[in-house]
């Protein structure tokens, strides 16, 4: 009879094959000047810049002109010839908007945004509830980036666990604790595809629903193997990952936040409360990722987990109102933008902060 112990090491052994052999299966092999037709679906959102836009497909990077605008969820035909992971010349041939309500929903989320507020306020609010790099401004793009905040503009991990503790607060107050969480494992898979199917939002949902299906079954979960679980269930179902800077980014920062996050947080006791969280989380993350975003950008900025500190504590409020302003904005035009502007004062602080430090 097999022990609750060998079953785990025999689950997590046939994942690590299965990732090997369908990384080898389905990786695609480019050579140099040959001509390609790309049919596929956007599943990453087009960063946006002032007359192109930039798509990551099939582990290619890709320019194309800024219009017609392609979408996250759009089904897309493009020729191009291969240069060094790039395709050269690309030609758009089709693009097909997806009619699937979600994106349907998303689409009118974000334009609901746009009308309502100004950039860069609006963009990040769009970037921090959904995910979309598509509406942030190129110059505010290049600022986060330079202060090391880009991993909050967009939605990552961090979105996942707030809406999770909102979804569970709400459900709770009608239903019993083990009834409600399916209905938050219904909520954050429902918004994993609104925000991107991203990595790190991937990994955030299946770590977190190891955690609520361990809860609902009694049972004990180690953080360090629902990381493993989640890197090796995504690497199975999409290999291509493997090579995702956004993936390695995410499953790093979650690693060193397990191994130095509580370390950090008592050595700054000294610290105001409000304060310390922020910067022990991102001290912890920085020790992992900074590395990383050197070797691949030649560039690291030292204040980075001061700048942080200073602004994580927008986030829940900007996530959770956004949302809330975002959703009812649709069905009450004139109640949604009084809800979105009690959030303007949080997104100017952000975009300051930002500003003042980049």
């Known amino acids: ?66 219009f017609p605008e392609i ?17 050269i010349n690309p030609v758009l041939v089709s693009l097909k908007d997806n009619n699937f309500f979600l994106y349907r929903f998303r689409q009118k989320i974000l334009a609901f945004y746009q ?61 019993p604790r083990r009834k409600a969480i399916p209905f938050v494992l219904l909520g954050i898979f429902g918004y994993s595809i609104l925000a991107g199917m991203a990595a790190p939002i991937i990994r955030a949902a299946i770590m977190g629903s190891v955690a609520f299906i361990a809860q609902e079954t009694g049972r004990l979960v180690s953080a360090w193997r629902a990381l493993c679980f989640s890197a090796l269930l995504m690497l199975a179902v999409k290999p291509e990952w493997l090579g995702d800077l956004g993936f390695l980014l995410s499953f790093v920062a ?62 829940p409020a900007i996530t959770i109102i956004g949302a809330v302003g975002g959703i009812v904005g649709l069905l009450l035009p004139s109640l949604g933008k009084i809800i979105l502007y009690l959030v303007y004062p949080l997104t100017w602080w952000f975009i300051k902060i930002v500003q003042i430090f980049s």
């Open 115 to 175: 009308k309502t507020l100004p950039e860069p306020s609006a963009g990040l609010i769009a970037g921090t509830v959904l995910g979309s790099k598509g509406s942030l401004t190129a110059d505010f793009w290049d600022k986060v980036k330079k202060t090391g905040t880009a991993h909050v503009v967009v939605a990552s991990g961090m979105n996942v666990s707030i809406l999770a503790g909102f979804l569970l607060g709400i459900t709770t107050v009608f239903l």
């Open 254 to 315: 979650t690693a060193s936040l397990l191994l130095f996050e509580v370390k950090i947080r008592k050595k700054l006791a000294f610290v105001p409360a409000f304060f310390r969280e922020g910067l022990s989380t991102s001290l912890a993350a920085q020790i992992g990722v900074s590395p990383i975003l050197f070797v691949t950008f030649g560039q690291f900025n030292p204040l980075s987990p001061f700048i942080n500190a200073l602004v994580l504590w927008t986030v």
């Open 1 to 66: 009879m097999f022990t609750k112990k060998l079953k785990t090491r025999l689950l997590f052994i046939s994942l690590a094959a299965l990732v090997i052999f369908r990384y080898f299966l389905t990786r695609p092999v480019y050579v140099d000047n040959q001509k390609i037709r790309i049919t596929t679906r956007v599943l990453q959102e087009p960063i946006k810049y002032f007359s192109r836009q930039k798509l990551s497909i099939t582990g290619l990077t890709i320019y194309l002109p800024l």
């Open 71 to 87: 979408n996250y969820g759009d089904t897309v035909v493009i020729e191009g010839i291969i240069q060094k992971k790039q395709l």
